[in-house]
């Protein structure tokens, strides 16, 4: 069974930082892209950030400039740095993994995490 385990989220105070981590390990086999996806309270789950192995990157518009994603292609590892944290960045975020781009952030055909809080509050 393929797991993908993220880490790193927690409480943290409005312009903080955080650094979620995510590895997916067990069998599977190139992974094109990795992203995060967040789930706020009462919300949908919705796109935060996608790297490709390719370096491409994507942001959601709420995010973009204080959030950085980067991936470790060997290791089928992503890392999401935020920044100048929000109170509205409070969510659930999960790591996704796809072996197609087209189906990044499916919910049967990819790879996800069980998900690890962050909390932006004073």
């Known amino acids: 069974q393929v797991q993908v385990v993220e880490s790193g989220g927690g409480l943290v105070q409005p312009g903080g930082s955080l650094r979620l981590s995510c590895a997916a390990a067990?069998?599977?086999?190139?992974?094109?892209?990795m992203g995060w996806f967040g789930r706020a309270p009462g919300k949908q789950r919705e796109l935060v950030a996608t790297?490709?192995?390719?370096?491409?990157?994507n942001y959601a518009d709420s995010v973009k400039g204080r959030f950085t994603i980067s991936r470790d292609n060997a290791e089928n590892t992503v890392i999401l740095h935020m920044n100048s944290l929000k109170p509205e960045d409070t969510a659930v975020y999960y790591c996704?993994?796809?072996?197609?781009?087209?189906?990044?952030?499916?919910?049967?055909?990819?790879?996800w995490g069980q998900g690890t809080q962050v909390t932006v509050s004073s």
């Open positions: 996704n993994g796809a072996t197609l781009w087209a189906r990044v952030g499916d919910l049967r055909t990819t790879y």
């Open positions: 067990g069998s599977i086999d190139n992974i094109v892209v």
């Open positions: 790297s490709t192995s390719g370096g491409r990157t």
